[in-house]
């Protein structure tokens, strides 16, 4: 109702106007006008001013009222489509903040547990490469105490026939075997006890 105020009070001031500007140009046609005449055309205005307001009242009136509140109905439907729409855009992008963090913590935790990996893999590595090298050490000594004993073993043992043969010019005679190993182990023995 307030829309057909508005329009009858639109409708008053164009009325007003037309009244005005008939009486103006009436006033130019005629300087002095008769009084009856100037009645006579405010009587006719208002009577086409009420016939005109009714006609728009009844047929045109509602339909530009209908026209009005569809568009209203529509920008106010189109208005909380667009306030879901901004709703659901906010809750999309909270999810995706939401899943855009949690991925970089489990990237975060997938890049620490990595390292760790890396350093106890590193450590075992040490470890192992540490162990077998102290094998190869071990291993080389006992190598080295092999030979050295072998050796040692094999000097005696020439040491102990070139005794056996220089004791046999000296003695210029010939040493039995029986007499060969006692020479052999005494000289062994003697041997050991130098280089101990």
């Not at 006579?40 to 339909?63: D, E, Q, Y």
């Not at 073993?153 to 005679?173: C, F, H």
Request: aromatic share 4%; proline share 2%.
């Amino acid at each position: 109702m307030n829309r057909f105020a508005s329009f009858t009070v639109f409708a008053a001031l164009a009325f007003v106007s037309t009244a005005s500007s008939v009486a103006v140009a009436a006033a130019e046609a005629n300087p002095i006008a008769k009084p009856n005449e100037g009645f006579a055309a405010g009587v006719t205005a208002l009577v086409l001013f009420t016939i005109v307001c009714a006609i728009l009242s009844v047929a045109v009136w509602p339909k530009i009222v209908k026209g009005l509140d569809e568009r209203n109905e529509k920008i106010k439907g189109e208005i909380a489509a667009a306030e879901d729409a901004r709703k659901q855009a906010k809750e999309a992008l909270n999810e995706y903040e939401k899943n855009l963090a949690d991925a970089r913590a489990q990237a975060q935790q997938m890049l620490e547990e990595t390292k760790a990996t890396q350093n106890e893999l590193a450590a075992q590595l040490k470890s192992k490469a540490e162990t077998e090298l102290n094998e190869m050490r071990e291993k080389a000594k006992a190598d080295i105490e092999s030979a050295k004993k072998q050796a040692l073993d094999e000097l005696y043992s020439q040491s102990v026939n070139l005794a056996t043969v220089m004791a046999g010019k000296i003695l210029q005679r010939e040493v039995s075997v029986n007499d060969e190993q006692r020479l052999m182990e005494e000289s062994l023995a003697e041997l050991k006890t130098v280089n101990s």
